[in-house]
């Protein structure tokens, strides 16, 4: 009897399984899902935006190509390439710098990634935004006005390294082949409304959603710099001053945090583990771009952090010294700090040459080793990438995990101290240079270097300021860019050793070719290459 109802039940499945195929109706496709650009309720909104962030984590924790770091300042004028991975040979070796170069593709595709995300949020904002489930005219206003903060942020990394852009408002829903490059001048306006939106509209600082979600004083920082680049000084004076003035921002002039008990100083304090947001105590952020450990916090991190690698030295590699929290984690040196750097750049007791942001010199730390406790002698060939003196900003250190492949620490992307630079650079080109020392002297102040007068200033003494306060935090060539001092500024890379030297590089690097591929791909529109690159 089971035999003969399990047989029953097979053959009326497989009955009604017939029926359904000769329906018409089961004939007639029905679309389930279909690309749509619609958000319907404020949580979806709110997921477009964080998509915004995690994005731009992704230049930061990119690890596909361990040079990446080292590409943005090897080849100008602060670090020398060692053990070069190979993303960035054609950044010092310009004549490899051609218009199928990797990271130029990269940088294309990841800011127009961000530019298609923001058009979607804006779109349905400004054409849907009260019918979205769960929205005020407030959250409406915060909202547009943050992912306009990273349109224009992308908008004006592509101007600095690549001139005019095509550009895009509405979100892309269908092959698009004829895109036309815009006047520089086109996309200036479009990050200059974009930007002026945000300043009005995005909360204070302080008062965001989220700690790491942007405020508009970080709207201010990134105009002023927008601004200096498209010579509008007085306006660019006038957003760093809102910056400056704010009452919730101060410089850090003393010790905090998780190392106050330990040798330090206030300027290193801002870049262990633990001090980095404003909620640690770090009154100088503006804007953090946090990040966790993946094995402690889930998707903490979009990709593993290559920059304490690349920068700090591969002193592991010297018998007798191993990976330690004091000597900032274990790096393999893909860069050396420049001579220029490390004996012209600062002068004697600035704090950020201390001892505690430049390590320089080694003790043997391994228990086990016969010089245990003796000081590492510095000469010889190890100088270059095992006892090459490196800065601490990237410290870090997890005795879990010793190699150390990612570096898990946050990312201070804005700060006051910068913030005090674009001023100055504002008044500098105002014809303002006494202005320009005073608003300087208030950070050499903070470093106990000595004060400068208005004949010492001029925009190689602000670059090499920027260097003083910025090392390894700036993207240096996307600063050298932007100033047109790239070219200029590279005779400070001397003494470089064969194969690290910066060769064949010319005027027409001061911008990146357009990928060939989007010129390929572009065949119904103009997309003309940069002068001095070929298709």
Request: net charge negative.
């Amino acid at each position: 009897m089971k035999r003969q109802l399990r047989y029953f039940a097979v053959v009326s499945v497989l009955l009604m399984m017939f029926a359904s195929s000769c329906s018409d109706n089961f004939l007639t496709e029905t679309v389930e899902d279909q690309y749509s650009t619609d958000i319907t309720d404020r949580e979806s909104l709110r997921a477009g935006l964080i998509l915004m962030y995690e994005a731009t984590s992704n230049f930061y924790s990119k690890a596909d190509q361990q040079g990446w770091p080292a590409l943005w300042n090897v080849g100008t004028d602060v670090a020398w390439p060692i053990q070069a991975q190979g993303v960035e040979i054609p950044f010092y070796r310009y004549d490899n710098l051609t218009s199928d170069n990797y990271a130029a593709s990269w940088m294309w595709n990841w800011e127009y990634d961000i530019i298609e995300n923001a058009n979607n949020v804006i779109n349905n904002i400004e054409n849907n935004g009260m019918a979205i489930e769960g929205m005020t005219e407030q959250l409406l206003a915060e909202y547009n006005a943050e992912a306009r903060f990273f349109r224009a942020k992308a908008y004006e990394e592509l101007a600095t390294l690549f001139g005019g852009v095509p550009i895009v408002t509405e979100p892309i829903t269908e092959p698009k082949f004829d895109f036309v490059r815009a006047d520089l001048a086109e996309v200036n306006a479009l990050i200059e409304e974009d930007l002026l939106f945000a300043v009005e509209n995005l909360p204070d600082l302080g008062q965001t959603e989220h700690e790491q979600r942007v405020s508009n004083a970080a709207a201010s920082q990134l105009l002023a710099k927008s601004y200096l680049r498209t010579g509008k000084y007085e306006e660019a004076e006038a957003q760093a001053d809102r910056v400056i003035n704010n009452p919730n921002i101060s410089l850090v002039d003393t010790r905090y945090g998780v190392k106050v008990d330990q040798p330090g100083d206030p300027f290193s304090d801002m870049f262990w583990k633990g001090n980095m947001r404003r909620s640690q105590g770090n009154t100088e952020a503006i804007w953090v771009l946090e990040m966790e450990n993946p094995s402690d916090v889930r998707g903490g991190s979009t990709g593993a952090p290559q920059q304490r690698r690349v920068w700090q030295g591969s002193y592991h590699s010297r018998n007798g010294l191993i990976p330690a929290e004091d000597l900032g984690g274990r790096g393999i040196a893909r860069l050396r700090l420049n001579n220029w750097v490390l004996y012209d750049l600062y002068d004697d007791d600035d704090m950020r040459n201390s001892e505690h942001n430049i390590l320089r010199r080694h003790t043997y730390n391994d228990p086990n080793h016969e010089l245990f406790g003796e000081p590492v002698p510095y000469e010889g060939p190890d100088t270059l990438f095992i006892l090459t003196p490196y800065t601490m900003k990237w410290k870090h250190f997890d005795p879990r995990d010793t190699f150390g492949w990612g570096m898990w620490k946050d990312f201070i992307l804005m700060r006051l101290g910068e913030t005090y630079l674009l001023k100055a650079e504002a008044q500098l080109m105002q014809n303002n240079p006494g202005g320009a020392a005073a608003t300087i002297n208030i950070l050499r102040d903070r470093a106990n270097a000595p004060t400068v007068s208005a004949g010492d200033i001029d925009l190689d003494f602000i670059l090499d300021e920027r260097a003083r306060e910025l090392l390894a935090e700036e993207n240096r060539r996307m600063e050298l860019m932007r100033t047109k001092t790239l070219v200029d500024r590279v005779h400070l890379n001397y003494g470089a050793p064969e194969g690290s030297r910066v060769e064949g590089i010319r005027d027409e690097n001061l911008l990146f070719p357009i990928p060939v591929s989007e010129i390929r791909l572009n065949r119904d529109g103009d997309m003309p290459q940069n002068p001095g690159y070929s298709n």
